[in-house]
Nanobody, 130 residues
Framework: QVQLVESGGGVVQAGESLRLSCAAS????????MGWFRQAPGKEREFVAA?????????????YYADSMKGRFTISRDNAKNTAYLQMNSLKPEDTAVFYC??????????????????WGQGTQVTVSS
């Protein structure tokens, strides 16, 4: 079992930055894929970014992004701290949402599909004012 706790959300002005953190506990060493999703009021949950090992026999990670986040958001993780991060720059009012961290012990192929992740955090609110 893996527990995820997000932090770092808040209220910022358009154009500013935030860094979200997702701390994993329980059996963090079993996590192969970590992702970020978000859900805005009245909208469906959407994929933001994910990070997973490049291959079965490597510690190198590969990162993936939704098209609308490319160039503004950066996902990373520190395996020593069992923590994933989402650096968000040039935030826009339309980025306002609850951001959720997700993880799975498997090498998730379809990273955009939230149903493939077994573990979820409670979410952290990000509000961007214009």
């Amino acid at each position: 079992q893996v527990q995820l706790v997000e932090s770092g959300g808040g209220v910022v002005q358009a154009g500013e930055s935030l860094r979200l953190s997702c701390a994993a506990s329980g059996r963090p060493g079993s996590v192969a894929t970590m992702g970020w999703f978000r859900q805005a009021p009245g909208k469906e949950r959407e994929f933001v970014a994910a990070i997973r090992k490049t291959g079965a026999n490597t510690e190198e990670d590969s990162s993936y992004y939704a098209d609308s986040m490319k160039g503004r958001f950066t996902i990373s993780r520190d395996n020593a701290k069992n923590t994933a991060y989402l650096q968000m720059n040039s935030l826009k009012p339309e980025d306002t949402a609850v951001f959720y961290c997700a993880a799975d012990s498997s090498f998730v192929v379809n990273l955009f599909d939230g149903t493939l992740y077994d573990y979820w955090g409670q979410g952290t609110q990000v509000t961007v004012s214009s």
